[in-house]
């Protein structure tokens, strides 16, 4: 039998977790070499107060193991799972999200699935090629020694999605193997807004404005540019492609990132517009052309910018899109390499385990 660590990442998501994770522990305790990790990752929600009155019993047991960081000013989501899988003590470890439902005796059939097919079992929900179960790819289990062989998440990803189908890609181009959940009794969730999803993460906190690029194009090419808070700008080239609408793995809904397209740098106004000053050298002036308008041209091209506002139903599209497009090309860099992702080290941070405050654990 394996001892199996089941880790929790959650950042001002306490409403889901009170559901989940009574119920998660309660239909898997059964189990006699289980423990839940739960990483508070800078929650501002009350979480301590309520692990405190409802979980103690737990944590005293030993099941559960309660962590705490006061670093992250926003969610990262591959690093808060690589610093949970840290924390972890299992031989079996794996990530369960905190509005996801393990299922009944779960965990014994994550065992079963390890002793019949091997250290290299990959417990997962993501096919090579599709995604059918899109609020369940945050459902994984692995050996921890296949993990520590490819350095974790890869934390040069950055906004939502796709670490997940990154992580059991290069899992499986060292020898992991997939075992696929397949029990509806394993894949229920609680069922949220893309709103909810994105309110910890560093672009939906600090967008000021959104512009779209207005041209003749716009079906299959699209050009937008975010500015936010602090004085940063992404200027950002997208492309679609109908035949691989379907295709989640390697698109968002057909759209990807287009090749050299994808810039940043600071901006400020001026008197005339906004003037981008690109990290790589050159600048952009931006003209204001009324409320909501803006032009460009030079290096930009000569267009008309619209600005997306919060009500229209394409800002939520383009916020989710940023790191969508953005992590899916890091993702194929990564398919066609032999490298190891983080060779600086991954995972890394201060915490402070079940209420202990005065003696901080370092993770390296």
Same mark, same amino acid.
Not at 44 to 72: A, C, F
Not at 277 to 284: A, K, P, V
Not at 308 to 330: A, I, K, P
């Given at each position: ?10 950042m001002?998501?306490?409403s889901?977790?009170?559901e989940?994770?009574p119920a998660?522990?309660q239909?898997n305790?059964r189990f006699?070499?289980v423990?839940?990790?739960?990483l508070?990752y800078?929650?501002?929600?009350g ?8 979980m103690q019993e737990?944590?005293e ?5 309660y962590?705490?960081?006061t670093e992250?000013?926003?969610f990262?989501?591959?690093?808060s799972k ?6 972890a ?7 369960l999200d905190?509005d996801?439902?393990?299922g009944?005796?779960?965990?014994n ?5 390890f002793?019949?097919n091997?250290?290299?079992t ?8 599709f ?8 459902k994984?289990c ?10 974790g ?10 670490e ?7 899992l499986?181009?060292i020898g992991?193997r997939?075992v696929y959940?397949?029990?509806?009794v394993?894949?229920k969730?609680i069922?949220h807004s893309?709103e ?16 779209l ?11 937008v540019?975010? !500015? %936010?808070?602090d004085g940063r700008?992404?200027r950002t080239?997208y492309? =679609?492609?109908?035949m691989? #609408?379907?295709n989640? +793995?390697?698109?968002?809904g ?7 397209m994808?810039h940043?740098g600071s ?11 690109y990290?790589?050298?050159g600048?952009s ?5 009324g409320?909501g308008m803006?032009?460009?041209?030079g290096m930009?091209g000569?267009?008309l ?6 009500n229209d139903?394409?800002?939520?599209d !383009? %916020? ?10 890091? =993702?194929?860099?990564?398919? #066609?390499?032999?490298? +190891?992702v983080?060779s600086?080290?991954?995972?890394r941070?201060v ?7 005065m003696n901080?654990?370092?993770?390296d």
């Amino acid at each position: 039998m394996n001892k199996i660590s089941l880790c929790t990442v959650c950042m001002n998501r306490l409403s889901y977790l009170c559901e989940t994770l009574p119920a998660n522990i309660q239909q898997n305790s059964r189990f006699p070499f289980v423990e839940f990790v739960v990483l508070n990752y800078n929650s501002r929600d009350g979480m301590d107060d309520w692990m405190k009155n409802n979980m103690q019993e737990h944590i005293e047991s030993g099941i559960l193991k309660y962590y705490v960081t006061t670093e992250p000013a926003y969610f990262d989501l591959s690093h808060s799972k690589n610093l949970a899988l840290k924390l972890a003590s299992g031989d079996i470890i794996g990530m369960l999200d905190a509005d996801n439902y393990a299922g009944v005796d779960y965990v014994n059939w994550v065992n079963d699935a390890f002793e019949e097919n091997g250290k290299n079992t990959v417990v997962t929900t993501l096919r090579r090629d599709f995604i059918p179960y899109r609020d369940q790819g945050g459902k994984l289990c692995f050996h921890r020694d296949l993990l520590h062989a490819v350095n974790g998440f890869d934390e040069s990803m950055k906004g939502y999605g796709v670490e997940d189908v990154d992580l059991v890609n290069r899992l499986e181009k060292i020898g992991g193997r997939r075992v696929y959940i397949s029990n509806e009794v394993h894949l229920k969730f609680i069922s949220h807004s893309n709103e909810e999803r994105l309110k910890n993460f560093y672009l939906s906190n600090n967008l000021e404005r959104l512009f779209l690029r207005i041209s003749g194009t716009m079906k299959t090419e699209s050009g937008v540019l975010y !500015l %936010l808070k602090d004085g940063r700008f992404y200027r950002t080239g997208y492309q =679609y492609d109908e035949m691989l #609408r379907h295709n989640l +793995v390697l698109t968002y809904g057909g759209w990807t990132l287009k090749e050299g397209m994808n810039h940043s740098g600071s901006y400020r106004e001026t008197g005339e517009g906004v003037l981008l000053e690109y990290e790589n050298g050159g600048q952009s002036l931006y003209r204001e052309e009324g409320p909501g308008m803006l032009s460009s041209s030079g290096m930009d091209g000569e267009y008309l910018w619209e600005q997306v506002r919060e009500n229209d139903e394409l800002f939520e599209d !383009l %916020l989710m899109g940023y790191g969508e497009c953005l992590n899916r090309s890091r =993702y194929r860099t990564n398919d #066609r390499s032999t490298g +190891v992702v983080n060779s600086g080290g991954w995972g890394r941070g201060v915490v402070y385990k079940n209420f202990d405050y005065m003696n901080p654990v370092r993770v390296d």
